[in-house]
């Protein structure tokens, strides 16, 4: 395999149509569907916690981190997390999942959640969310709603519904 020069770099607001694209080309139509994404109609995604990775000039990844309520306690929804089908098993998502989760425990954030595959994301710390504990606005396979604590005791005291949380 061939060694990326890859750059890993915060989202700019140029980016956006080239991010919308990729998201159009890995998840399709039926993305706006899911419950995450309804999550994230409600607020804008958090521009100092969003990452773009970068292949020469071309943009082949990207992280988003969103602000939302669960329940009282303030949050982040991750994702989507997308990489170019092309650049995919070369370690372009972790390297953004790492730049992102670093950035929001910089920031003194507590608490990530998403809803994702628990064998993937749990080698970055994530774990199930106890069932019940936390409701989203939609149906949700339980098994693959994760939070990762950035304080320990954060996720204890999130109980409720998960909803936007413009900033």
């Known amino acids: 395999m061939t060694e990326l020069s890859l ?12 991010i919308e694209r990729l998201h159009e080309r890995t998840f399709g139509p039926g993305r706006f569907a899911r419950t995450a994404s309804r999550l994230r109609e409600g607020a804008s995604h958090d521009m100092t916690l969003s990452f773009t990775a970068l292949v ?3 943009l082949v ?14 949050a982040f929804m991750l994702g989507p997390l997308t990489v170019e089908p092309a650049f995919e098993n070369r370690g372009i998502g972790g390297a953004l ?10 920031k003194g954030h507590s ?3 998403l ?5 993937y994301y749990k080698r970055f ?11 989203l606005p939609g149906p949700v396979n339980l098994d693959r709603f994760l ?5 320990e005791g954060a996720l204890a005291e999130a109980r409720g519904p998960v909803t936007p949380r413009p900033e």
């Open 7 to 18: 750059i890993i770099r915060p989202e700019l607001p140029v980016d956006s149509d080239a």
């Open 56 to 58: 020469g000039t071309l």
């Open 61 to 74: 990844g990207s992280i988003r981190l969103t602000p939302i309520t669960a329940g009282t306690k303030p």
């Open 97 to 106: 999942m790492r730049r992102s989760i670093d950035a929001a425990r910089e």
């Open 111 to 113: 608490l990530i959640l």
């Open 115 to 119: 809803v994702g595959d628990e064998p």
């Open 125 to 135: 710390g994530f774990k199930r969310i106890p069932y019940h504990q936390l409701t």
């Open 147 to 151: 939070a990762l604590e950035l304080v």
